[in-house]
């Protein structure tokens, strides 16, 4: 039923179609949060702005300084993070942008896991090669090295609670105690704040790709920093400033893809540790790299982390190199798609040597483990028996 409006006769077409006929007067709060697609919000005066800008008095201004969806999809993960504030940007990538360009100035130092997510990877050496920023990479399975690399100059530490593209976990509670004073930024993409919290470890920040598990359908791009207040409000003012702010409408779907994480993180975990076993038993894989098998290097510290569960990644290389890996995908892609991102609600294939690595050198890709027989598999939400079905029938003929 809509209200019934006066209508104003004088008005013209224009001037009618410009201002929408969205009624203030709803009378009642809708079951679920509106979406705010709105470039600005209007002000009563100049006072008003100054109070909101103060933070003397709650509300907008203007989108691209915050908005309700962006806040509302912030603070739920910085709830399930245990965190004091959080942002979201327009990507993963806007997300470590802002951190870096909200907390660093040239002649800093910053020290890195030595294999992280490879456009992490480019935009540190980017930040080496033309701000100075200098950048020591170290092995995040020995937390003495990244104590013997601490500098006065270090203002941040960089590591992924769960590696990408090879699920190796690291120690966080150790990083901490290593860097000291630094504060340690954990991306947390992998793991999600289902299967662990690094700010219960003492990290100061969290970061995610929001693209991935938070949202988990496959249809937005977003990137989500929580943590220490003061930190991530340097965070956000290099957001707004260099415009790496979100849209309302993908944060109010991931607000929405949110609330099923934890269903979505048991499910991805139970499929992903059946499949990854019958993986290690398959003539045409070399290895299989999931937290949950005992061979994984990390797996003692995985148990001791992830107690919720391994997650839905893993990877396994075939020993047939890449043209095993062209054959596979061929055969996978009416079940399976090949496509360079993770954590759909459908299971998908990638390429890190060709997709989330490309931009590494093949020499530091090969002495990672990131070989061109190495295929990365993101568990999805189907059926596991319809899953192994497809796998082991695309495997057989390699
Ligand atoms: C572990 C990890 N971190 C960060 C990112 C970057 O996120 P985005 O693609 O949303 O910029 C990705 C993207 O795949 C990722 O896998």
Redesign the pocket.
């Known amino acids: 039923m809509t209200e019934e409006k006066s209508v104003d006769m004088g008005l013209h077409g224009e001037t009618i179609a410009a201002r929408g006929g969205w009624s203030r007067a709803l009378g009642t709060v809708p079951s679920t949060p509106p979406i705010y697609q709105t470039t600005a919000f209007d002000l009563e005066g100049i006072e008003q702005l100054d109070a909101i800008i103060a933070g003397q008095q709650r509300g907008y201004t203007y989108t691209r300084d915050g908005n309700p969806n962006q806040d509302a999809f912030a603070a739920d993960v910085a709830q399930l993070e245990g965190a004091e504030r959080g942002m979201v940007a327009?990507?993963?990538?806007?997300?470590?942008s802002a951190v870096l360009l909200g907390m660093l100035r040239s002649g800093d130092h910053v020290l890195a896991a030595d294999m992280?997510?490879g456009?992490?990877g480019q935009l540190l050496t980017e930040m080496q090669q033309r701000f100075g920023i200098a950048v020591t990479l170290v092995d995040p399975q020995r937390p003495e090295d990244w104590k013997r690399a601490v500098t006065p100059k270090t203002r941040l530490a960089i590591v992924?609670s769960v590696?990408?593209p090879l699920t190796e976990v690291c120690d966080v509670a150790a990083l901490v105690a290593a860097v000291g004073s630094v504060p340690l930024l954990v991306?947390n993409?992998?793991a999600t704040p289902s299967l662990y919290r690094p700010i219960a470890d003492g990290a100061a920040l969290v970061?995610?790709?929001?693209?991935?598990y938070l949202n988990g359908h496959g249809d937005v791009?977003?990137?989500v920093v929580v943590g220490r207040r003061e930190l991530v409000k340097k965070a956000s003012s290099a957001l707004s400033m260099f415009g790496l702010n979100s849209n309302p409408f993908e944060c109010w779907m991931a607000s929405r893809g949110l609330r099923t994480l934890g269903l979505r993180m048991k499910r991805v975990s139970e499929t992903a540790f059946e499949i990854a076993g019958k993986l290690q038993g398959h003539a045409a894989v070399s290895r299989v790299f999931y937290p949950g098998l005992e061979t994984q290097m990390s797996h003692s510290l995985a148990k001791r982390m992830l107690t919720n569960g391994f997650g839905g990644m893993l990877s396994f290389e075939l020993h047939t190199g890449e043209e095993g890996v062209k054959r596979l995908f061929r055969l996978l892609a009416e079940a399976i798609p090949f496509s360079?991102?993770?954590a759909d609600a459908r299971t998908t294939v990638s390429y890190p040597a060709g997709t989330?690595h490309r931009f590494l050198p093949e020499a530091q890709r090969l002495a990672h483990g990131i070989g061109p027989g190495l295929v990365r598999l993101s568990i999805g939400l189907e059926d596991s028996r319809d899953l192994w079905r497809e796998i082991e029938g695309a495997l057989s003929p390699l």
């Open positions: 327009a990507s993963g990538m806007g997300g470590l992280l997510y456009r992490t992924e590696s990408n991306d993409t992998f970061w995610h790709s929001g693209s991935k791009m977003l990137g360079p991102t993770l989330s």
